[in-house]
């Protein structure tokens, strides 16, 4: 079994009936190793905790945005449920450490790995709305996505990235950026690309990813990065998301 007496005091909350957390923390890897296990994996909770985070994210960007409208509300829920943002949440909560995988599972990374932290944060968030309800859901995610809601809106998170740094570089220098693919590693089924982002022959951000696609949206992302450092103020955490045309 694991600290669940830690992991209730990291969160600040203490589940009535433990054996939601304890299945929320089991990978169905471990029962695969061990089938007299008496609890059941984590898929199901993780299926309840998603439609959890939809609406209490959605919920509390209509109420802390009023009169923005749908397509703004919806690319910044998009930030916050996104795979890499619960995997950081997971992160904070430690979570990767407790889970309960099986031994092969460890041995590949299975702690650090994105889709297995996202899964198991959402797993938790799905049992403790089964032992206590929605309003204390709100309140333990509440310090994890008022720092990200600000980070979003100062980094631009919820814009395409490629589309906001041809805006900046247009109307700051007057010129256009461009990508290029300066190398391709691993296997043909495992390709990672990089991809550098210049203008002007400058390079301003270099980013990696599975498809040139997403390793430019990368090298994009850190160029603006470079941008707000280096030529634009910093925007207040309580700063409006932008308006759609």
Sequence with gaps: MTDLDELEQRLGVVFRDK??????LTHRSYLNEHPSFPFEDNERLEFLGDAVLDFI???????????????????????????????????????????????????????ERDATLCAVFEAVVGALYLDQGI??????????VVPQIARTLKERLHKDPKSSLQERAQGLMHKTPRYRTVRESGPDHAKVFTVEATIGGEVYGVGK????????????????????????????AGAEPDSEE
Aim: hydrophobic letters at 35%; charged letters at 25%.
């Design 57 to 111: 994210t959605g919920e509390y960007l209509y109420h802390r945005f009023p009169e923005q409208r749908e397509g703004s509300l919806t690319s910044l829920r998009s930030v916050l449920v996104r795979r890499s943002t619960l995997a950081d949440f997971a992160r904070q909560w430690e979570l990767g450490r407790h889970l309960m995988m099986g031994h092969g599972e460890v041995e590949t990374g299975g702690r």
């Design 19 to 24: 054996s939601l957390l304890q299945r929320a």
């Design 135 to 144: 309003e204390s859901v709100q309140h333990v995610l509440e310090p994890l």
């Design 209 to 236: 990813g599975a498809s040139k696609q997403l390793a430019a949206q990368e090298a994009a992302r850190e160029a603006l990065a470079h941008f707000e450092e280096m030529a634009f103020p910093e925007d207040g």
